[in-house]
Nanobody, 128 residues
């Protein structure tokens, strides 16, 4: 089991940057056993996977809408995952969630239903 706590959300103007952080507390297994992802949910929209990273951090996935602007990273030594968000757009406004998927593969997990542990979310608001 893993407990996740996000931080770093806030309000910025379009073109600005934010870094989201997610601190993990792991019980029973190691942090490196989890593939990690950042999801977001805007009002009236379904939750979507925006970025994911494999257990060892080598493989990453990005939704088309954020490619070239967002960067996901992790530090297994301190059980943290990050989302660097640059050139933010008003359509990036959403609640952002950190999630973990227990994985037995070196590949990055891109199936949303595979993510079973979730943080409480952090609000990101981008104004034009």
């Amino acid at each position: 089991q893993v407990q996740l706590v996000e931080s770093g959300g806030g309000s910025v103007q379009a073109g600005g940057s934010l870094i989201l952080s997610c601190a993990a507390s792991v019980f029973g297994v190691t942090f490196s056993s989890y593939s990690l992802g950042w999801f977001r949910q805007a009002p009236g929209k379904e939750r979507e996977l925006v970025a994911a990273i494999s257990r060892n951090g080598v493989m990453t996935y990005y939704a088309d809408s954020v490619k070239g602007r967002f960067t996901i990273s992790r530090d297994n030594a301190v059980t943290m995952v990050y989302l660097q968000m640059n050139n933010l757009k008003p359509e990036d406004t959403a609640i952002y969630y950190c999630a973990a998927s227990l994985s037995y593969s070196a590949a990055v997990t891109t199936t949303p239903s595979a993510y079973r542990d979730w943080g409480q979310g952090t609000q990101v608001s981008v104004s034009s």
